[in-house]
Structures are given as structure tokens and as C-alpha cells.
């Protein structure tokens, strides 16, 4: 060969024992004459000596003379860094990175990434499953890997930390390689890592920070947008004494959860309350945070003024401050408990569809409010009306996105109010609250079919 190629087997040997795939060298008749370390380790049982068929997964190269070589990629790391790729969540990732590197690296593999209060958490993998822990202090047996001066340290005493090893299990070795900024991967064996195990961590430690840096960063804004989008979805509805309340709520954009409609219902310690329904113009994430400044307002104001009419009023003058280009349609109401039984309700309306009432002999009244967007002008005028509920008698306020939502069978055909009072009078009185408003979302969602709706929203106010 030496003769043949101009390189003797002792030189070939040095050269493919520096890669990292698997290579044999094998001559004209298929006899082995070279193995790498690499390969050594996948083929344990085809040395030097053995006759070699071939492979249809390793890559041929002709090397001269009847010689060739054979790599063998390490498909495992390969599909290894694809799964890693794919997470998005930081704990899940982390969970992956130890099962992975229990599976492919070492036989006891710990992930220590930093956590609050300059603390540590070392994900550790099991025989069954993945444990974590935390820690206050830092590892000084891995200290240059942890602050990023070392690109890997050989482990020779663990010392104090989350561990988590076996009982009776004695480690032969241990290295560490960085996990991100403040974190490393440690992977222990019981035997010794040799040069080509050593670059196989770093090279999986490598691609395992990245996947960590941007599944990190990614569930920080996943909590930032959970904390934002909390603030922007209606509140559960509060009990108050001799009333039922029921509501429905659907975005126009489902996987956002919010929208420009809303319901809120305030009460007070004297039993009262103060609701509202309303509906700001436009779409998607600017009228949600629109109709989030709104209900902020609202709640706000609510503490000083319960009068619906001066409450419009102080609320046109502090939206307009904010100098926004949204305007809002909304009701506005207070609820009182009379001691006899039943409600007495003052409501006031800003541009908003009148709401109706199901008396006890089941006909549907109109409440004609009447009354300026809110939002944009500066001189508006309000007016207040009063009805008066029977216990079993029903209010409920909707928006336009009921009235509107088009027929799934001819997108021409709107819901419409009359066909809102059918299922109003349907319900009949003594239908509980939370089941009226159960009903009427039945009754839009089978209107609008797979349809695209707008935001929806509605409220029942009862007495009971």
C-alpha cells in the first residue's frame, strides 16, 4: 500500500483517527487494513484483518488502485441536533438534552443551567425519568466551564453539588462542556473519553446551548405574552346576592384569546354593581389592548362615580386624553337589589345596539338608549334609562358581532336582532343565567358554521 499510494498504514492511521466520522480503509480484495477510533467504537467486531462487504450508508471514496475508504456519518448526533431544534419550551428542552445526552454520550449526564437567586438547577437523567434540583451554591469542580473560560474540563473529583448518581455506582470519568452562558453539561462515564469522544460532547454541548438559548428565549416571551394577554381577558364573573350572571366571550381570533369586545361587572360592598359591555372599533391586537385601557378606565372610574351618565362622560374625557383614534361603543349600567325582590337598573349607551329584556311572560322589550361613541369627541351627550327586573326576568347586552355574524350556508344572511330575540324568547323566564348565555352561543356558532366571525361577546344580568 505504502508502495502503491505513497503513505504507509501507520501514516493512514494517524490521519483518520483526527475525524470525527467512522472511517475504514480497505484494500482491492475487501480485507480491513485501517480503523479509526471512531469506527472502532461503531464496529467494535470489524478490525483490521476482516473482510468488509461494504455499506449502502457509509460514503464510497476511491482512493487509488483498487483502495478505498469508507465514512460512516454519526446519523445519531445528526437526528440528535434535529430534535433539539425543534423544541420551543426551556424545561422540555432541558428534559430532551439529558435524555439525549444519557442515550448517546455517557452513562449519568446532568444539565446545571442558573435559576433565580444565583442559584443552580441540575437536571439530572434517571433510569426512568429526567429530576431536577436546585441548589445555592456554584460547583467549583466545573467553575471555568460555568463562567465560559474553558471550552471543556475533565472532571476528576465531582465534589458537592446535584449529582444525583446512582448508589454504589463509582464514576471512571466525568467531563464538562458549556450549556449557554452560566450553564454546562457534565456526562459521566465509567470508563475514560477518549480524543474522539471528547470533540462528540463539545460537539453535541455546542448545539445543545443553542437549541437552549432559544427555547429560553422563546418561553420568555411566551410568559411575557400570557402575562399580557391575562390583563386583556374578562374576569370571571363575580356571585352577587339575588342575581345570575352569564357571559360569552369569542374572539374573532381564536389563538390570540382576545379582541376588541368586552364585559366586566364591578361590585360593590353595599351589593350593588356596575356593568358594562362594550365593543371597540377595529381588529386583532390594537383593538385588544384599546379595549383593555377601556376596561381599565372603566374600573377606575367606577370607585368614584356609580352614575352610568357621568361615568360615560368622565370616561370620553379620559380616553380622548390618551390620544388614541379608537372609538367605543359600549353600555354602561348600575344594578341595585331592591328589598322586595328583583332589580332596578340604570343604563346609559354609547353608540351602542339597545338591550333587550325577557320578561316573566316571556315577550322581549327594547331598553332605548341612546348616546355619542365614546372616545373621540369632545361634547357628547348621554342618556340614562331605568328598567326595573322581576325575580326570573332577563337583560342581556350583546355586540354587533352576534347581529352580524354572517350564515355559514350564504355569507349574505346576517344573524340579525330578530333572530337574537327568538332565541332570547326561547329561553323563556327561570332559565338560569349561565345557561341562557350558553344557548346563545350554541345558536351562533351553528349560524356561523366554520365561518369567519367578528369579536363576540355578550352579557346576562338576572334577577333570581
Known amino acids: 500500500m505504502s508502495h502503491a499510494l505513497g503513505i504507509d498504514l501507520d501514516g493512514w492511521q494517524r490521519l483518520v483517527d483526527g475525524l470525527r466520522e467512522a472511517v475504514l480503509v480497505v484494500d482491492p480484495v475487501g480485507t480491513i487494513r485501517v480503523r479509526n477510533s471512531a469506527a472502532a467504537k461503531k464496529f467494535p467486531r470489524l478490525g483490521p484483518g476482516e473482510h468488509f462487504e461494504g455499506s449502502e450508508t457509509a460514503r464510497h471514496h476511491d482512493i487509488g488502485e483498487g483502495w478505498s475508504a469508507w465514512y460512516f456519518t454519526d446519523t445519531s448526533l445528526e437526528q440528535a441536533h434535529l430534535r433539539l431544534a425543534s423544541s420551543t419550551d426551556r424545561k422540555a428542552t432541558l428534559r430532551t438534552i439529558v435524555e439525549l445526552a444519557n442515550e448517546l454520550l455517557g452513562e449519568h449526564c446532568v444539565a446545571i443551567v442558573p435559576c433565580s437567586r444565583d442559584r443552580l438547577e441540575w437536571w439530572r437523567g434517571g433510569p426512568k425519568e429526567v429530576t431536577v434540583t436546585r ?193 367605543t361603543t359600549l353600555v354602561v349600567g348600575e344594578l341595585v337589589p331592591l328589598g322586595a325582590g328583583g332589580l332596578r337598573l340604570t343604563l346609559a349607551s354609547g353608540g351602542h345596539p339597545v338591550p333587550l329584556v325577557l320578561r316573566t311572560d316571556g315577550t322581549v322589550d327594547e331598553v332605548p338608549t341612546s348616546g355619542a361613541i365614546v372616545g373621540i369627541l369632545p361634547d357628547v351627550r348621554f342618556h340614562p334609562e331605568s328598567v326595573t327586573l322581576v325575580p326570573g326576568e332577563t337583560l342581556i347586552l350583546y355586540s354587533d358581532g352576534f347581529t352580524e355574524a354572517r350564515a355559514h350556508h350564504d355569507r349574505r344572511e346576517l344573524f340579525g336582532e330578530e333572530r337574537l330575540r327568538r332565541v332570547l324568547r326561547d329561553c323563556g323566564p327561570g332559565l338560569q343565567a349561565d345557561v341562557m348565555a350558553r344557548r346563545f352561543r350554541e345558536a351562533v356558532l351553528e349560524w356561523l358554521g366554520a365561518g369567519d366571525h367578528d369579536d363576540l361577546a355578550l352579557l346576562v344580568v338576572q334577577a333570581t
Open 135 to 327: 441548589t445555592p451554591r456554584r460547583a467549583a469542580s466545573i467553575s471555568g466551564v460555568l463562567v465560559g473560560s474553558a471550552s471543556h474540563t475533565r472532571i476528576t473529583e465531582l465534589g458537592e453539588g446535584g449529582w444525583g448518581m446512582p448508589d454504589g455506582w463509582k464514576p471512571g470519568a466525568a467531563l464538562a462542556v458549556p450549556l449557554g452562558v452560566g450553564g454546562a453539561l457534565v456526562v459521566v462515564r465509567r470508563g475514560d473519553f477518549t480524543p474522539a469522544d471528547t470533540e462528540r460532547v463539545r460537539l453535541f454541548g455546542r448545539h445543545a446551548a443553542v437549541a437552549l438559548e432559544s427555547a429560553s428565549r422563546l418561553s420568555e416571551q411566551s410568559r411575557m405574552i400570557d402575562v399580557l394577554r391575562s390583563a386583556l381577558l374578562p374576569t370571571p364573573l363575580p356571585e352577587l346576592r339575588g342575581v345570575g350572571l352569564g357571559s360569552v366571550y369569542l374572539p374573532a381570533h381564536l389563538k390570540a384569546e382576545v379582541g376588541g369586545d368586552f364585559y366586566d361587572v364591578h361590585p360593590r360592598t353595599d351589593g350593588s354593581a356596575t356593568f358594562a359591555l362594550g365593543d371597540v372599533c377595529g381588529h386583532g391586537l390594537e383593538a385588544a389592548v384599546h379595549s383593555g385601557r377601556v376596561r381599565q378606565s372603566l374600573q377606575a372610574l367606577s370607585l368614584v362615580e356609580t352614575n352610568p351618565v357621568r361615568l360615560l362622560h368622565l370616561l370620553n374625557t379620559s380616553l380622548r386624553a390618551t390620544g388614541s383614534k379608537l372609538f
